[in-house]
């Protein structure tokens, strides 16, 4: 044995260099979280509800994972396989995106990019393997994703703001890339398991309380993303202006780049704030017309 590692053939490696630092953090991450898991005890499980508009609602017992992780969070970050590791993601400009990602008040690069490639990545294998018991075929599709991220011609950039005060039959667009529709089960608690939290009260379960406001934005390379916050305000006005609800958004909003977590970040207070009224109907036309 000469100590190198056997990439499986399905995987198209694009840089051998990060695949072998991010797989030496990943491989070391599992090993210190799979001690500390034995240490504490049983990974904790949340029972997720899931509401429906009719009918009972579901449960689903998930894995804490993301928890467990974020609370080691800097002693995973201080190891030197991590040092490592966001060494070689500095030295790739296509990372540049998630160095600049939401990652709490003036975020350092370093911590940006530990947060949405590293943590994301541990997660993400972890996830697939149901603990942190190591499956070479988990990490190398979770692998194979990011390197689609980032070295594709175009990325995805989404954010979605919970509504109230309004209602809707079925999807609506406001302009490219800007739509009203009703939040798909699951969705956020999916990228962000704290997100029932940061949700407004009894959203899910009340008429005017089930909708979205959804930005979609296809990103070229180096390309930034929009200002999520100032066009949700903005969407926010126009829906006013043409309805009279009593609309409001947030009170965050979370990003997701290429499907995987981006950022939370707070809704403008304009846009946050709900102002008195009976809740509305958006329908076709008053959309066209917000649009």
């Known amino acids: 044995m000469d100590g190198s590692i056997a990439y499986p053939s399905y995987v198209p490696i694009r840089s051998p260099h990060l695949h072998a630092a991010l797989r030496s953090f990943t491989l070391g991450a599992f090993a210190f979280l799979l001690r500390e898991l034995e240490e504490s005890g049983d990974l904790p499980f949340a029972l997720e509800e899931h509401a429906q508009r009719r009918g009972p609602a579901l449960y689903e017992y998930r894995p804490l994972v993301r928890g467990f992780v974020e609370e080691r969070a800097q002693r995973l970050r201080g190891r030197q396989d991590a040092v490592l590791a966001l060494?070689?993601?500095?030295?790739?400009?296509?990372?540049a995106i998630f160095a600049r990602a939401h990652a709490g008040p003036r975020p350092s690069e370093e911590e940006a990019l530990c947060r949405t490639v590293l943590l994301?990545?541990?997660?993400?294998?972890?996830?697939a393997c149901g603990g942190f018991d190591w499956d070479d075929a988990?990490?190398?599709?979770?692998?194979?994703?990011l390197e689609h991220s980032l070295f594709g011609e175009r990325r995805a950039y989404a954010a979605v703001a919970?509504?109230?005060?309004?209602?809707?039959?079925?999807?609506?667009?406001?302009?490219?890339g800007?739509?009203?529709?009703?939040?798909?089960?699951?969705?956020?608690?999916?990228?962000?398991?704290?997100?029932?939290?940061?949700?407004?009260?009894?959203?899910?379960?009340?008429?005017?309380r089930y909708c979205v406001l959804e930005l979609r934005v296809g990103l070229g390379?180096?390309?930034?993303?929009?200002d999520a916050p100032a066009e949700i305000a903005d969407a926010v006005s126009a829906?006013?202006?043409?309805?009279?609800?009593?609309?409001?958004a947030g009170p965050v909003l979370f990003e997701?780049?290429?499907?995987?977590?981006?950022?939370?970040?707070?809704?403008?207070?304009?846009?946050?704030?709900?102002?008195?009224?009976?809740?509305?109907?958006?329908?076709?036309?008053?959309?066209?017309?917000?649009?």
Request: hydrophobic residues 45%.
């Open 239 to 248: 829906i006013r202006l043409a309805t009279a609800a009593p609309l409001a």
């Open 162 to 176: 919970p509504l109230t005060g309004l209602a809707v039959n079925t999807q609506l667009e406001l302009a490219t």
């Open 120 to 127: 994301a990545l541990v997660v993400s294998t972890a996830e």
């Open 178 to 208: 800007l739509r009203v529709r009703a939040a798909a089960t699951g969705e956020l608690a999916r990228h962000w398991p704290e997100a029932q939290g940061l949700l407004p009260t009894d959203f899910g379960r009340e008429a005017d």
């Open 256 to 291: 997701t780049l290429d499907g995987r977590s981006f950022g939370i970040r707070p809704v403008l207070p304009i846009a946050a704030t709900q102002p008195p009224g009976e809740a509305t109907r958006l329908d076709g036309f008053r959309a066209a017309l917000a649009g």
């Open 221 to 226: 390379v180096g390309e930034e993303p929009p």
């Open 138 to 145: 988990a990490f190398e599709r979770a692998y194979a994703e």
């Open 87 to 95: 060494e070689e993601l500095g030295r790739l400009p296509a990372a």
